[in-house]
């Protein structure tokens, strides 16, 4: 079977991690703070610090903005549920948009309709690796997180040819990414804050509570040199995983013209395709199926729209990606035959 996801590992991780273990500096320590200077450069962020996942960052995000209970914050429904965990966990409320069907991830018009004196945040993900224009939601007045998890790397506005546009990551009032082992830059788990030096203060200050004269509210969520390491180690190559990502991409594309589904329409720098995103005309499950029995791993993008865990009626655009996106393999361990076998798979169960 080819699996959904599975990790580039090379032998200079593997000693970059060995390195850090045969020093014995465990916890964090230099290669933390070497690994932030390194993503807040390629960024663009004055300031970065680094937590044990994107999850933690998204939380730690929220708190260093003031949200806490009594505050809403909106996210959207199509996305996975470590944004209502994030918020919920600050004590506050999410208010659930639904998508917007261009870019995935929630749609400015609704967002702007859940809006209420109570809103303190709005959560923007670059849905499944397509870094989206942050300006409409910044006009909405309320600060904006932008959820780089699936976008490392991604240019904003990088979709025209030739236009580099601007980092994913350096448009919000903070910035958060995830480093799980499925991410454009793994480290197994691993988060980081992106953003002013004042408010990524506030998250080093949270994320560890060791020495601290006053007793206000800290956790220990910090990273370790070791995953760090090999977050560097994959951090140099992030220009080549991109660009091995985007080249099965354009396969997957150019086999899929002329079959019944939407693909992703090609996106130049604005997308890293953290995941290949297809909607079909037919059954998801069978989909699955069908590609299952084709030795092929295919998934639901998002596991389940929040929305429908919270019983919640409407959502109609939600519903929608729910009931038709297929996510197939789309990562640089892939080998050629392996991307020649997803595609014959794609192009036949689509057909059917
Ligand atoms: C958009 C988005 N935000 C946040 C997260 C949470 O990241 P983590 O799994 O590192 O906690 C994910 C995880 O997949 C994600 O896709």
Request: aromatic share 4%; proline share 6%; glycine share 8%.
């Amino acid at each position: 079977m080819i699996p959904h996801s599975r990790p580039h590992v090379s032998e200079d991780d593997v000693e970059a991690v060995a390195g850090v273990v045969r020093r014995g500096q465990l916890a964090q320590g230099p290669e933390v703070e070497a690994f932030e200077r390194e993503v807040a450069e390629r960024v663009g962020a004055p300031a970065a610090a680094a937590v044990a996942s994107g999850t933690v960052a998204l939380e730690l995000a929220l708190r260093a903005l003031g949200v806490g209970p009594d505050a809403e914050v909106v996210v959207p429904s199509y996305a996975c549920d470590a944004l209502h965990h994030a918020v919920t966990r600050c004590g506050a409320q999410p208010v659930l948009a639904d998508a917007d069907p261009a870019t995935l991830t929630l749609s400015v018009e609704d967002a702007k309709r859940r809006l209420g004196p109570r809103t303190r945040a709005i959560i923007v993900p670059h849905a499944f690796g397509l870094a989206v224009d942050l300006a409409p939601f910044e006009h909405l007045g309320v600060p904006v997180i932008e959820d780089c998890a699936q976008a490392l790397g991604a240019r904003v506005g990088g979709r025209a040819a030739g236009s580099q546009g601007r980092a994913a990551g350096s448009q919000g009032r903070l910035a958060v990414c995830s480093f799980y082992a499925t991410k454009l830059v793994a480290a197994g788990e691993g988060g980081m804050v992106l953003g002013p030096v004042d408010l990524v203060a506030r998250v080093r200050d949270a994320r560890d509570y060791d020495e601290r004269e006053d007793l206000v509210p800290r956790s220990n969520a910090k990273l370790t040199d070791m995953q760090a390491a090999l977050g560097r180690s994959q951090l140099r190559r992030l220009d080549a995983f991109i660009a091995r990502r985007r080249a099965i991409a354009g396969e997957y594309r150019r086999r899929l013209a002329g079959a019944p589904c939407r693909a992703p329409a090609e996106a130049g720098a604005a997308h890293v395709y953290h995941r290949f995103v297809v909607q079909t005309e037919g059954s998801v499950p069978s989909a699955l199926k069908a590609m299952h029995d084709r030795g092929v791993t295919a998934r639901r993008p998002v596991f389940r729209p929040l929305h429908r865990a919270l019983g919640l009626p409407g959502y109609a655009e939600a519903e929608r990606l729910w009931s038709t996106c297929v996510s197939v393999p789309c990562y640089p361990a892939l080998t050629d035959d392996e991307v020649e076998t997803v595609a014959a798979a794609l192009v036949e169960v689509l057909a059917r």
